[in-house]
């Protein structure tokens, strides 16, 4: 990460940077393939698909079935999400504070739907920190790991890339931060993190990781982006 440029726009991740959704819908997707007869366990829908659009996800699925899904399959999945999450989900610790802090313009580019998005901050009283400056995939013609998503979030934003952080959780985020040009953290301390997570995302191109949001902050100052 090049400290000498102090960024214009932080750019958060959604699920497992600012809300602890991972380990949720993994669980809630894994037990709809295995009900539709594609055995998988949560842990197995964290390592394959953490971080790509419900339509990439659903399209793997059915290349490796080899027969489309019910038609009905991700109006179900969407319906049991909503209720798990209303249920179980927490914003990740400490990240009240942070957004609290921090003295940037920032928004959210998620791979998931506008709809959830706003559902997931509301329901974990984030969506005041953000609204309206919301960006989905279902925004761009290519999800991440492509730079699409970032790169409609920077231009909206009136930010160039170069002067753009990104905060992400994935490989494929990160590697979509990188294609855009922008500089990106690796963020790993969600609930779904496991051992060598912190050396995925420095081989996929983050600058640095951290695996508390409090340190955050700290973490911008260190890489010169105090101003």
């Known amino acids: 990460m090049d400290g000498r440029c102090t960024p214009e726009l932080l750019i958060f991740d ?23 007869g594609f055995p998988m366990t949560a842990q197995q829908a964290i390592d394959r698909y953490t971080g790509l659009s419900l339509s ?10 080899g027969r ?6 991700a109006v179900r999945l ?10 179980e989900l927490r914003p990740v610790a400490g990240v009240v504070d942070v957004l609290r ?3 940037w313009p920032r928004c959210v580019a998620s791979s998931g739907s506008l709809d959830k998005i706003r559902c997931n901050l509301g329901l974990t009283g984030l969506l005041a920190f953000f ?10 013609p290519r999800g991440k790991p492509a730079p699409d998503l970032f790169l409609l979030a920077a231009d ?16 494929a985020g990160v590697q979509a931060a990188r294609a855009a040009g922008m500089r990106v ?3 790993c301390g969600g609930g779904h993190t496991r051992p060598g997570t912190a050396d995925k995302l420095l081989a996929a191109g983050a600058g640095a990781v951290f695996s508390h949001m409090l340190a955050l902050p700290d973490l911008l100052a260190e890489q010169g982006a105090s101003g």
């Open 14 to 36: 959604c699920d497992g940077v600012l809300v602890d959704s991972e380990p949720i819908a993994s669980r809630v997707l894994a037990e709809a393939l295995t009900e539709i």
């Open 56 to 65: 990439t996800v659903l399209a793997l699925v059915a290349a490796d079935l």
């Open 68 to 73: 489309d899904l019910p038609a009905d399959f």
């Open 78 to 87: 969407g319906e049991r999400d909503r209720a798990a999450f209303l249920a």
């Open 101 to 103: 802090s921090l003295p």
């Open 131 to 140: 609204e309206p400056y919301l960006f989905s995939s279902g925004m761009v």
């Open 156 to 171: 909206r934003m009136g930010a160039p890339p170069a002067r753009c952080l990104v905060i992400e959780d994935s490989e």
């Open 185 to 187: 953290l690796g963020f």
